[in-house]
């Protein structure tokens, strides 16, 4: 289930992740600072989802008392905000180095796709109402930089880097289910797993019934027949892209 970002009142996000961040107070815990805060809830998040983050939980690793986070994070809603830009400020924003637009949003997309499989409970967190940071913005206003001036307008550009994020996020996450099996070989794992299911399923789809499916389904689960699915999707998805971008330069030149 998705968890919600921004519920309660995003100026203290906004104020949070723009402004100075607050000073360590007194005392025997006058070192904690709101970074580490959030160091702690992203380490918790990657070993056990965003579920698992909890001001408790944080306090525990920390070594401090659950009230005293409070004094640098209001709440889990606003800790939510300031992970998610945390996390976004691991992207490699220098998508430049590559040439022209198909190579850098390849690029992007390979960066987002590492991002989300070393963090994978941003995907479980809702984008609706996120509040964005300037580590998240950066990385919006680089993506969008690489599709501005190729013939789009501003709605394709928006809508060319949610298709790309979009794919990246769907391949993400079937990546993250197969390594969900603590085991080195994550492909061999999920074979098995068909090879010993296909007796029964044999008594309900007799085999030669669906010969399609059945060369396809030896593909999907074949390690050796497994090539990079993933640069595959991705190329597909940029050439509608290319082929968006082309009509609008006969378009134009007409």
Same mark, same amino acid.
């Given at each position: 289930m998705?968890?919600?970002?921004?519920?309660?009142?995003?100026?203290?996000s906004?104020?949070?992740?723009?402004?100075?961040?607050?000073?360590?107070?007194?005392?025997?815990?006058s070192?904690?600072?709101?970074?580490?805060?959030?160091?702690?809830?992203?380490?918790?998040?990657?070993?056990?989802?965003?579920?698992?983050?909890?001001m408790?939980?944080?306090?525990d690793?920390?070594?401090v008392?659950?009230?005293?986070?409070y004094?640098?994070?209001?709440?889990?809603?606003?800790?939510?905000?300031?992970m998610?830009?945390?996390?976004?400020?691991?992207?490699?924003?220098?998508?430049?180095?590559?040439?022209?637009?198909?190579?850098?949003?390849?690029?992007?997309?390979?960066?987002?796709?590492?991002?989300?499989?070393?963090?994978?409970?941003?995907? $479980? &967190?809702?984008?609706?109402?996120? *509040? /964005?940071?300037?580590? !998240?913005?950066?990385?919006?206003? +680089?993506? %969008? #930089?690489?599709?501005?001036?190729?013939?789009?307008?501003?709605?394709?550009?928006?809508?060319?880097?949610?298709?790309?994020?979009?794919?990246?996020?769907?391949?993400?996450?079937?990546?993250?289910?197969?390594?969900?099996? $603590? &085991?080195?070989?994550?492909?061999? *794992? /999920?074979?098995?797993? !068909?090879?010993?299911?296909?007796? +029964?399923? %044999? #008594?309900?789809?007799?085999?030669?019934?669906?010969?399609?499916?059945?060369?396809?389904?030896?593909?999907?689960?074949?390690?050796?027949?497994?090539?990079?699915?993933?640069?595959?999707?991705?190329?597909?998805?940029?050439?509608?892209?290319?082929?968006?971008?082309?009509?609008?330069?006969?378009?134009?030149?007409?």
């Open positions: 998705s968890q919600p970002a921004s519920r309660s009142d995003p100026s203290r906004l104020a949070l992740l723009w402004g100075p961040r607050p000073q360590s107070g007194r005392g025997p815990q070192g904690l600072n709101s970074s580490q805060i959030v160091a702690a809830a992203i380490q918790i998040a990657d070993t056990g989802g965003i579920g698992a983050v909890t408790r939980g944080i306090a690793t920390l070594g008392g659950a009230m005293s986070l004094r640098h994070v209001p709440g889990k809603d606003e800790l939510i905000d300031l998610m830009d945390t996390v976004m400020g691991e992207q490699y924003l220098d998508y430049t180095a590559e040439t022209g637009w198909r190579r850098q949003l390849a690029a992007y997309a390979r960066n987002a796709l590492e991002r989300r499989l070393r963090h994978p409970w941003i995907l $479980d &967190v809702s984008h609706n109402r996120t *509040v /964005q940071g300037p580590n !998240w913005v950066a990385v919006l206003d +680089a993506v %969008a #930089t690489i599709v501005d001036g190729i013939g789009l307008s501003d709605w394709e550009m928006a809508a060319t880097v949610e298709l790309v994020t979009g794919y990246v996020d769907h391949a993400a996450r079937n990546e993250f289910e197969l390594t969900q099996a $603590d &085991v080195a070989d994550a492909s061999a *794992v /999920q074979l098995a797993w !068909w090879e010993g299911s296909a007796p +029964a399923a %044999a #008594t309900w789809m007799p085999r030669g019934q669906f010969p399609v499916h059945e060369r396809m389904t030896r593909i999907w689960y074949n390690q050796d027949e497994q090539q990079d699915m993933f640069t595959f999707g991705l190329e597909r998805v940029l050439d509608g892209i290319d082929m968006l971008v082309t009509a609008r330069a006969t378009t134009h030149d007409e």
